[in-house]
Nanobody, 124 residues
Framework: QVQLVESGGGLVQAGGSLRLSCAAS????????MGWFRQAPGKEREFVAAITRSGDNTYYPDSVKGRFTISRDNAKNTVYLQMNSLKPEDTAVYYCAAVRRLYVPSTSSEYTYWGQGTQVTVSA
């Protein structure tokens, strides 16, 4: 069982930056692929970033590539999402997710554990 708690959301102007954190409980964090998803009102949950268990490889959709960076610290059981050059269309609730897999899924249905979400609002 893994429990995830996100933090770091807030209100920021377009062009600004935010860093989200996701703290995980348990002793198996390093065995889990970690991902970030987001969901805006009236829209489906969208893949934002994922990172392998070791942290050696990361994955992003084109919509955030070059602006967002996912990283992890297995010693601290924490995964991060650095978001730069934020746009109003990045406004959403951001969720941290985990799955114990060897490969990196990009669909929300493949992730087992979820945090409660943190709101990110980007004003124009």
């Amino acid at each position: 069982q893994v429990q995830l708690v996100e933090s770091g959301g807030g209100l920021v102007q377009a062009g600004g930056s935010l860093r989200l954190s996701c703290a995980a409980s348990g002793r198996t964090f390093s065995m889990h692929v970690m991902g970030w998803f987001r969901q805006a009102p009236g829209k489906e949950r969208e893949f934002v970033a994922a990172i392998t268990r070791s942290g050696d490889n990361t994955y992003y959709p084109d919509s955030v590539k070059g602006r967002f960076t996912i990283s992890r610290d297995n010693a601290k059981n924490t995964v991060y999402l650095q978001m730069n050059s934020l746009k109003p269309e990045d406004t959403a609730v951001y969720y941290c997710a985990a799955v114990r897999r060897l490969y990196v899924p990009s669909t929300s249905s493949e992730y087992t554990y979820w945090g409660q979400g943190t709101q990110v609002t980007v004003s124009a």
